[in-house]
């Protein structure tokens, strides 16, 4: 059974910084694409960063450039996504999700992506 579990969301004070986890089970996560998405109240869910299974190459918002990392730890079929300089409009639930090889990865098309995670949410207030 696919299974993608996400965790290390919390509040967080603005300019601090968190490390969100998703694990995944069932599958190799390595030979698929893993994205990070987010979903604020109100407002249509938005790719953050992937992670490209052809060849581990990374994207990122134009939001989050320079502030975020995506990283991939075969060894524990695990993928980060290390979030700092936060900002209040960071604030939002977070997703992981896989999709098989995509052609054009910076394009964050959700609906590519097959398996998706509960999600954990993410509050950056003072």
């Known amino acids: 059974q696919v299974q993608l579990v996400e965790s290390g969301g919390g509040l967080v004070q603005p300019g601090g910084s968190l490390r969100l986890s998703c694990a995944a089970s069932?599958?190799?996560?390595?030979?698929?694409?893993i994205g990070w998405f987010r979903q604020a109240p109100g407002k249509e869910r938005e790719g953050v960063s992937c992670i490209s299974s052809a060849d581990g190459s990374t994207y990122y918002a134009e939001s989050v450039k320079g502030r975020f990392t995506i990283s991939r730890d075969n060894s524990k079929n695990t993928v980060y996504l290390q979030m700092n300089s936060l900002k209040p409009e960071d604030t939002a639930v977070y997703y992981c999700?896989?999709?098989?090889?995509?052609?054009?990865?910076?394009?964050?098309?959700?609906?590519?992506?097959?398996?998706w995670g509960q999600g954990t949410q993410v509050t950056v207030a003072s």
């Open positions: 999700a896989a999709a098989g090889i995509l052609m054009r990865p910076e394009n964050f098309e959700d609906d590519l992506y097959n398996d």
């Open positions: 069932g599958f190799t996560l390595e030979y698929y694409t």
